[in-house]
């Protein structure tokens, strides 16, 4: 009798997991920088000018066209969850538009001579009951037979260009809300070693496959004035975008900075990605660290953050407005992470 070999784990398959997989931004910037002499047509309200989340093409007055594609490999080795955290982390882009979400397409590339049918099955039909909460339909998509596992979404959604949150609109004086907390890159580095528990991978599961769904109603507060998501730059990385875009300094209270439960354990005992360095590298001339920060608080303040909190610059008039649409939709763990400087010529982001 003829025995099936088991299959592989999925995080075996690939050499790099979840957001992690990011290219750097500094090596990221350097390979798009002539696509930036391209011609802007003038219905294209955002492009690649700011590293936003999204596309953004105006349809009508009142009504514009957001687009986004995001995929990567296996961050956990349950093929269902590894789909609903891509699919979640793909759909994460709409919603930091302000967007509402209509329809996603499938991107699929799978190694179909090592896993069974049935394995990629399941990482489909969790990308599907992800779309299901989010309310829309997987349209089509494409798929390729790939050495390493990849699964994501092109996630489409609509929004009043009046609505439209940038991450280049932050202002003076602005207060910064962060959706969910820090540590996913940490907690995904120690699953691959082993060393995570069953405790760990539930908050990691819970985290990642909890939809931004604040995203439109954050955007119809008039007070809200930029959002972004922060996800494989990590903190750093995406709070220096929204820096450089705004023309502003950022100014986090690092001590107020939500993380994940065992975090701390986790980095002692070495648990960091790889992406979390080659992160640093790229941008960490752009971050003011305070005297004496340590090595293990700056591997989480670049942490890359597979499907991660929105990100939020407010007038401080709306903050409880703001508080109230987290908690709304289950976002209990939201936190006031810092303000928004003055303008400046050469932007940073300052942790204090």
Same mark, same amino acid.
């Given at each position: *009798?003829?025995?099936?070999?088991?299959?592989?784990?999925?995080?075996?398959?690939?050499?790099?997991?979840?957001?992690?997989?990011?290219?750097?931004?500094?090596?990221?910037?350097?390979?798009?920088?002539?696509?930036?002499?391209?011609?802007?047509?003038?219905?294209?309200?955002?492009?690649?000018?700011?590293?936003?989340?999204?596309?953004?093409?105006?349809?009508?007055?009142?009504?514009?066209?957001?687009?986004?594609?995001?995929?990567? *490999? =296996?961050? %956990?080795?349950?093929?269902?969850?590894?789909?609903?955290?891509?699919?979640?982390?793909?759909?994460?882009? %709409?919603?930091? *538009?302000?967007?509402?979400?209509?329809?996603?397409?499938?991107?699929?590339?799978? =190694?179909?001579?090592?896993?069974?049918?049935?394995?990629?099955?399941?990482?489909?039909?969790?990308?599907?009951?992800?779309?299901?909460?989010?309310?829309?339909?997987?349209?089509?998509?494409?798929?390729?037979?790939?050495?390493? =596992?990849?699964?994501?979404? %092109?996630?489409?959604?609509l929004i009043d260009p009046a609505l439209l949150k940038k991450n280049a609109d932050a202002q003076p004086g602005d207060v910064l809300v962060l959706g969910k907390p820090l540590g996913v890159g940490i907690l995904s580095a120690a699953l691959k070693k082993g060393a995570l528990d069953a405790d760990g991978y539930a908050r990691m599961i819970e985290v990642t496959t909890r939809l931004n769904r604040p995203g439109p109603d954050l955007a119809a507060i008039p007070g809200v004035h930029a959002m972004t998501d922060v996800t494989g730059f990590g903190l750093g990385g995406h709070a220096l975008e929204m820096a450089r875009g705004s023309g502003c300094d950022l100014l986090i209270d690092w001590p107020a900075v939500p993380r994940l439960a065992g975090i701390d354990a986790l980095i002692a005992l070495g648990h960091v990605t790889g992406a979390s360095g080659r992160n640093w590298a790229s941008y960490g001339a752009g971050v003011t660290l305070p005297d004496g920060f340590a090595e293990a608080e700056r591997a989480l303040l670049s942490d890359p953050q597979t499907s991660g909190g929105l990100m939020v610059a407010c007038h401080p008039q709306a903050l409880d407005q703001v508080m109230a649409a987290f908690t709304r939709h289950g976002f209990g763990d939201a936190a006031i992470i810092g303000q928004v400087g003055a303008h400046t010529a050469t932007p940073r982001v300052i942790l204090r």
């Open positions: *009798m003829t025995q099936t070999a088991p299959e592989p784990r999925l995080t075996s398959l690939a050499h790099g997991g979840g957001c992690g997989c990011k290219i750097a931004p500094g090596v990221l910037s350097d390979l798009l920088r002539g696509s930036a002499a391209l011609p802007v047509p003038p219905q294209l309200l955002v492009g690649i000018e700011t590293s936003d989340d999204a596309a953004v093409w105006q349809l009508s007055e009142h009504q514009a066209l957001v687009a986004t594609t995001d995929f990567f *490999m =296996p961050v %956990v080795d349950d093929p269902f969850d590894f789909g609903r955290i891509a699919a979640t982390n793909a759909i994460s882009d %709409v919603y930091a *538009m302000g967007a509402t979400p209509i329809l996603a397409l499938a991107v699929v590339g799978m =190694p179909i001579n090592v896993l069974s049918g049935a394995t990629i099955a399941k990482v489909l039909d969790g990308g599907a009951q992800i779309c299901r909460e989010a309310g829309i339909p997987i349209a089509g998509g494409h798929t390729i037979d790939s050495v390493e =596992p990849i699964y994501g979404l %092109v996630a489409l959604g």
